[in-house]
């Protein structure tokens, strides 16, 4: 695979805020061009961010591959970087894409950590990273807590649909749920992506398949038929397309992850969130330490420094994402736990079903296209 042409390069992170275009195919979402700029860093002004004691590593270089946008990443790696005088370059791409290189890369590995990618994504490919057990694992909420070794959880989000409010004003559509989806007004004017390569769209495709199978996914694949001919042949090359589709209103819905959407709603793009009616399935983030990371103890210091308290009390307010430690509370920015349907399910089954469902889906796409 020539990863010249669809993954950028570990650079900088200060030649990574000053290129956009460096993240096109990162699987986050880019901020809309309203959103003001920002100081990278004084979003953490008044944090404690110091890492605790531990191995020097300041001038060491750590690089991290993650799936995470600029915008994102920007302002944790700024106080990583002052927090403990490590210098951080960063590649920015797809979970399929950087776990690609991971493979390609192991014999040599030239990352230290994989920053994102679902627990779905990673687990099949365990041997690419290393056990650590963070510091804070102590204080991580028991459905988060690390017992695969590798894979320390991050975030957590749900998946829900970015609908663009003026086109649904013109056409009088209501969507609260998969199942509007297959109204014979949005045909063709859904927003998707490949689930054989983007973690956000398998991930919907799990959602789907419990929540329309009523909690037996095998029962939710004459929905997934119907819901493909909707969709009538149009595949976006990645997550963000899927994002800027809405946005630009090429597409009334598109099927997305909790946090992308509300950087358009706060800038007053014409956008707005559906969280799923039939239910949702919650999803992690994780970071891990590569396998044969050149600088492990950096690597480490990384996961513990974004796994804190400090890093983990701004994830919604400044992130709109769901922080993993059970000392920190709600910040009243995102629905409560208790406001959604959420659907319960083993992430074992699910892995052990996953290249069967991408099969099969890839066979009813084949089929109707």
């Not at 030649?15 to 700029?37: H, I, K, Q, R």
């Not at 989000?157 to 970015?162: A, F, I, Q």
């Not at 694949?221 to 909707?230: D, L, T």
């Not at 910040?331 to 083993?346: M, R």
Request: net charge negative; aromatic share 10%; with cysteine.
């Amino acid at each position: 695979m020539n990863f010249g042409k669809r993954i950028a390069k570990s650079v900088s992170f200060a030649g990574m805020l000053a290129g956009v275009t460096l993240f096109a195919s990162a699987c986050g979402n880019t901020p809309p061009a309203t959103t003001p700029e920002y100081t990278p860093g004084s979003e953490f002004h008044g944090y404690q961010t110091q890492v605790e004691s531990g191995p020097d590593i300041s001038g060491t270089t750590l690089v991290i591959y993650t799936t995470f946008n600029a915008h994102f990443v920007g302002p944790i790696i700024t106080a990583f970087e002052e927090a403990t005088g490590a210098i951080v370059d960063v590649a920015l791409a797809g979970t399929g894409e950087l776990l690609a290189r991971l493979e390609e890369e192991s014999d040599d590995p030239q990352a230290d950590v994989l920053w994102g990618g679902a627990m779905f994504s990673v687990a099949p490919v365990k041997h690419l990273f290393e056990d650590y057990i963070s510091a804070n694992e102590p204080y991580m909420l028991d459905v988060h807590r690390n017992v695969e070794g590798p894979f320390t959880r991050f975030n957590t989000s749900g998946r829900l649909m970015m609908v663009n409010t003026d086109i649904l004003a013109e056409t009088g559509i209501t969507i609260t749920g998969y199942a509007d989806l297959l109204l014979p007004e949005l045909r063709g004017r859904i927003a998707i992506t490949d689930p054989v390569e983007s973690g956000s769209s398998f991930n919907h495709l799990v959602n789907q398949l419990f929540a329309m199978g009523y909690g037996n996914p095998h029962d939710g694949w004459g929905y997934m038929r119907a819901f493909v001919e909707n969709v009538h042949g149009i595949m976006l090359p990645d997550s963000n397309a899927v994002i800027r589709g809405v946005v630009d209103g090429d597409f009334v819905v598109g099927l997305t992850f909790e946090e992308a959407p509300w950087p358009y709603i706060q800038s007053g793009a014409p956008v707005d969130v559906v969280y799923i009616s039939e239910g949702i399935v919650a999803t992690s983030s994780v970071v891990s330490v590569v396998a044969g990371a050149p600088n492990r103890d950096a690597a480490r210091a990384f996961i513990d420094f974004v796994t804190g308290y400090d890093i983990q009390s701004i994830m919604e307010t400044e992130l709109f994402r769901r922080p993993v430690r059970a000392d920190v509370p709600s910040q009243g920015i995102l629905p409560g736990n208790e406001e959604l349907v959420w659907i319960p399910y083993d992430v074992e089954y699910v892995l052990e079903n996953r290249d069967a469902w991408l099969d099969k889906f890839e066979e009813i796409w084949m089929e109707l296209n």
